[in-house]
């Protein structure tokens, strides 16, 4: 996947997990419409949702950066499960602190990506190679 769609749907899918996670909206939405007995499963799917789309989101930001660096594709899959079992594990009891931090995550991960860019555009454009400086 290139260009921007793996990223605007990373960032759509974490922010409707979110939106759904940790407002009272889906209460209140399930309860008007009389579905409130399936709210007590509704974790079991908006964290991995959640969790997914923020892994989707880091892989966009990947290639909206000209994919520079190594492909993060496992490293992610890796980290989303690890983290999706570590909320699993502690029974949402920190969720709201483990998602915080995977946010503030995959921002340091854009802030890295962008930082790495400059930086090859840089070095290419001042052309201080080896090869530049013996010739």
Known sequence: MTGKG???????GTLVGVICCFSPLLVVVFGVVGLSSWLGWIDYALFPLMYVSMGIAAYG???HFGKVGADPRAIVSVIVVTV???????EFRFA?????T???AI??????????????ATAKGSGTGLRDTYD
């Open 96 to 100: 709201i602190r483990i998602s915080i």
């Open 102 to 104: 995977a946010l503030i």
């Open 107 to 120: 921002f340091g991960y854009a802030y890295f990506l962008r930082r790495r860019q400059k930086s090859e």
């Open 84 to 90: 999706l079992g570590l909320v699993f594990w502690l």
């Open 61 to 63: 930001l990947y290639g």
């Open 6 to 12: 793996p990223l605007r749907a990373g960032i759509v």
